[in-house]
């Protein structure tokens, strides 16, 4: 039989992701399928050093809703990354005459909110084709509403939606085929596609190439 020449080639170069914070939005409809791509995902992104503590995972209805949580989390990391500043006029503790403090504010509080934002988003999500149009209306409305949310945003969006033509081939692609061959769980590229466009988007972030 002739060689595939539709693959992803080897690549030997290996990135650091310790000190990287991902986020993995996942659907929940077609459950058996996305929970082997989210368990391909996490395993690669840990073993490229990507701390548990640095991995949120989220999760919506279906593929259509991925765009929108994928927006909303990258703003929401920013938000906790901007909670981490100590509010430096409360918790003085300058007292009067009388014994009581000056500011009336307690002593701050340090927080443990996480100090940097998303460094990549991992969408993952399963359209299998019906018999009705729908498929086609959210494969493309997704696919072009995550390349936007990438953009606009500079953070790097991983697409993990599988747009099969049959169960099979998305049981195939999630590792789980019903024959003799199992197939590959694309997962594990998509967790790794993350680590390394992460590194690299900070690289060129600090004018580094």
């Known amino acids: 039989m002739a060689e595939h020449i539709k693959q992803h080639p080897d ?4 990135f650091d992701g310790s000190g990287l914070r991902i986020a993995v939005v996942h659907a929940r409809w077609n459950k058996v399928v996305i929970d082997s791509l989210l368990a391909g995902t996490l395993a690669k992104l840990k073993e490229n050093g990507v701390k ?7 999760s919506v209805p279906g593929s259509f809703e991925l765009p929108l949580a994928v927006q909303r ?5 920013h938000v906790q990354a901007g909670a981490t500043a100590t509010d430096l006029l409360g918790g003085l503790g300058i007292s009067s005459p009388l014994g009581t403090s000056r500011s009336g504010t ?13 460094d990549a988003v991992i969408a993952i999500g399963v359209l299998i084709k019906g018999s009705t149009m ?3 209306y959210i494969c493309d409305s997704v696919s072009h509403a995550l390349m936007r949310v990438q ?3 500079g953070v790097p969006v991983i697409f993990g939606v599988l747009t099969a033509l049959t169960e099979d081939q998305a049981l195939e692609r999630s ?3 019903r ?3 199992k197939g590959h769980n694309h997962g594990e590229d998509w967790g790794a596609a993350a680590v390394e466009m992460a590194s690299h988007a900070r690289r060129w972030g600090e004018g580094k190439f």
């Open 73 to 77: 989390v990258i703003a929401g990391s």
């Open 175 to 177: 590792g789980l085929g």
């Open 179 to 181: 024959g003799a061959d």
């Open 134 to 136: 729908h498929f086609e």
């Open 151 to 153: 953009l606009d945003t």
């Open 11 to 14: 690549f030997t170069q290996r």
């Open 52 to 58: 548990d503590h640095n991995i949120v995972i989220q």
């Open 106 to 118: 307690p002593a701050p509080v340090v927080s443990t909110m996480p100090s940097q934002p998303f």
